[in-house]
């Protein structure tokens, strides 16, 4: 019914107006692109009735979301004006200042305005097209407003379908982003089946080849065991950090928190990871506080989350030293147990701090250090901590210089 209404309206027109409407109909529907439609629209318009300025005012919910203006920088003022604003709102028909009289005529004459056209799509207000004085200052006729009325009509639906499409392209750029991360996880998740699975599975499956062949002496069976038993440990580490980032890349981590000492917490993981400290080289200076720092949190993962803090700093020193240390601060008139492992290691690049705490996500450099590792510690760190109000904070000078890591917990 509409573009019918529209179609009577235009055959009635003289043939030079209705050039312009085919013309410009034609094009709207060669473009798709917002600001391509705004403006053809502006510069026909302007060139049809010879204006000084135009301007096209885009509302989403009832607010003003953008404007396009040729020559005409009040548009902004005359739509932001609350008596003209409800007044096109209401009505939903054209305003103009030689043809009605009120506060809201008044009102675009002052800001230098002549013309006030609404934009309905659906009936719904999506704009306005707002029109300064003739060139000539010529008076606008009866016939002129039946062509910017028809334009405005035109013009309402080819924006519409340019927004329409604008969120489309939006929404698939960032499904395109979020398929092309998937694709990632997918392929850094292979490669660490590929290496860190099938090395280990590789080491035990050969070893316990080789005990099983009959003419093997019983003490280079013996030589043989601690080096399987030790493929097996890396085996289920990685295993179980895969299981963990699972539950918590699908929200499904469920904990119990309760309020717990963070120095013993600290203290046991520590004390776990000396012996490894010592097979490296590294020295591991625990700098214990006295009494008690309370936090909520459940102790088997608070824990796991503080070895991964501090294995990771021992993993990427290859001389010098890892110091963990605990302390209360505080931020924002509230306190906070810190735990902070700092080292001498190999530093973090640029890049290093864009993709930390990413799943999966090793820098180039380490990778020879520690090929074992699976690249989720920081992931399963931050996994465990920021439910309970925590957060992960890290330092690096650069490349070589070391890092500091942070793990800021509310104290109970």
């Not at 010529?138 to 009325?149: A, G, M, P, Q």
């Not at 501090?310 to 963990?324: F, I, P, S, W």
């Not at 530093?347 to 590792?373: C, S």
């Amino acid at each position: 019914m509409r573009e019918k209404f529209l179609f009577d309206k235009i055959i009635k027109m003289p043939k030079e107006t209705q050039k312009t409407l085919e013309k410009l109909a034609y094009q709207l529907n060669t473009k798709i692109k917002l600001s391509e439609v705004i403006r053809l629209i502006i510069d026909t318009v302007v060139n049809a009735l010879e204006l000084k300025g135009a301007s096209v005012v885009l509302i989403h919910k009832n607010q003003i979301s953008q404007i396009v203006d040729f020559n005409f920088p009040g548009a902004q003022n005359i739509a932001g004006s609350e008596d003209f604003f409800n007044f096109t709102r209401e009505e939903n028909r054209p305003l103009t200042t030689g043809k009605q009289k009120g506060g809201a005529a008044l009102r675009i004459k002052e800001l230098g305005g002549e013309v006030v056209l609404p934009m309905v799509n659906r009936d719904e207000l999506i704009g306005l097209i707002v029109l300064g004085d003739k060139a000539n200052r010529k008076v606008f006729t009866k016939r002129d407003l039946e062509l910017l009325d028809t334009i405005s009509n035109q013009a309402a639906i080819a924006i519409e379908n340019a927004i329409l499409y604008e969120r489309m392209d939006i929404r698939v750029k960032e499904q395109t982003k979020e398929i092309k991360n998937l694709y990632k996880i997918k392929s850094d998740f292979l490669t660490i089946a590929s290496h860190q699975l099938r090395t280990p599975t590789s080491i035990i499956r050969g070893m316990l080849s080789m005990m099983c062949e009959d003419d093997m002496p019983p003490e280079e069976r013996l030589k043989m065991a601690p080096d399987a038993f030790q493929a097996a440990n890396n085996l289920e580490k990685i295993v179980h950090d895969i299981l963990i980032a699972s539950e918590i890349d699908a929200g499904e981590l469920r904990t119990k928190a309760r309020q717990i000492d963070f120095i013993n917490v600290v203290d046991q993981a520590v004390e776990g990871l000396q012996k490894y400290a010592g097979e490296k080289g590294v020295r591991l200076a625990w700098k214990k506080p006295a009494g008690k720092l309370i936090v909520s949190s459940e102790e088997i993962m608070l824990k796991e989350a503080v070895s991964h803090l501090v294995e990771n700093g021992l993993n990427y020193t290859e001389k010098g030293d890892v110091a963990v240390n605990l302390a209360k601060k505080e931020k924002s008139g509230k306190e906070y147990a810190v735990l902070e492992c700092k080292d001498t290691g190999v530093g973090l690049t640029e890049k290093d701090k864009k993709n930390i705490a990413a799943k999966f996500y090793r820098g180039e450099r380490v990778i020879g250090m520690h090929p074992n590792a699976s690249g989720l510690g920081l992931f399963i760190i931050k996994g465990i901590i920021e439910p309970v109000g925590g957060w992960l904070y890290f330092i690096s000078q650069g490349k070589g210089r070391g890092s500091t890591f942070q793990i800021w917990l509310p104290l109970a």
